[in-house]
């Protein structure tokens, strides 16, 4: 199930952070929640990745996104 509350939330904040698991999270679902947000009037800020080990694993995750 879908939720607003995100898009209904995100017009009170400077800015939002996707929380983004790895191994799990779809990258074309997570580009589609940051466009979302931005139609919205949210500015995306950037991304967290969980699930990662601690272990320089890191690097293979550097990802450019385009500018706004």
Sequence with gaps: MK?????????YVDGAIL???R?????HKVYEASER???AGV???GAVINGIDD????????????AA
């Design 37 to 39: 947000l931005k139609l």
């Design 3 to 11: 939720v607003a509350d995100p898009l209904l939330l995100g017009q």
């Design 19 to 21: 929380s983004v698991l």
């Design 55 to 66: 272990h320089g694993a890191f690097d293979r995750y550097n990802v450019e996104l385009p």
């Design 23 to 27: 191994d799990v999270s779809q990258i």
């Design 43 to 45: 500015k995306v800020v």
